[in-house]
């Protein structure tokens, strides 16, 4: 089995099993808990992109308190109607806490377990 490569300037990372090449976006992907992802999906299948967005965001962000940009969003997968329905069901389970929530602003949440 081949392991993962450091990546040295001008390298490309691969993903150590089949050699395929990792984009460069796909790096900042953060694992979504088993946990979590059982309570979105229970909840709706807007949760669920929601869900894989934020984690998408949180990776880019590198931290589990960041703002939510629509562009952002949109580029995940979770467009305006889903994202809503979403981001409201992911904190009536507790997954999402919103710091910061203004009409007009990005929202600013908290990743909690």
């Known amino acids: 089995m081949k392991r993962p490569l450091k990546q040295k300037e001008g390298?490309?990372?691969h993903n150590g099993l089949t050699g395929e090449a990792i984009p460069g976006e796909?790096?900042?992907?953060?694992?979504i808990p088993l946990d979590l992802f059982r309570r979105a999906s229970e909840k709706s299948k807007a949760a669920v992109v929601t869900l894989g967005a934020i984690f998408y965001i949180a990776g880019m962000a590198?931290?589990?308190t960041f703002r939510l940009a629509p562009?952002?969003?949109?580029?995940?997968g979770a467009v305006p109607d889903v994202r809503?329905?979403?981001?409201r069901d992911l904190e009536k389970?507790?997954?999402?806490?919103?710091v910061e929530k203004g009409r007009g602003k990005a929202p600013t949440i908290k990743i909690v377990r």
């Open 11 to 13: 390298e490309i990372l």
């Open 26 to 31: 796909e790096r900042f992907i953060k694992r």
């Open 62 to 64: 590198k931290s589990n």
């Open 71 to 76: 562009s952002q969003m949109d580029a995940a």
């Open 84 to 87: 809503k329905r979403g981001l």
């Open 93 to 98: 389970i507790g997954v999402i806490r919103f």
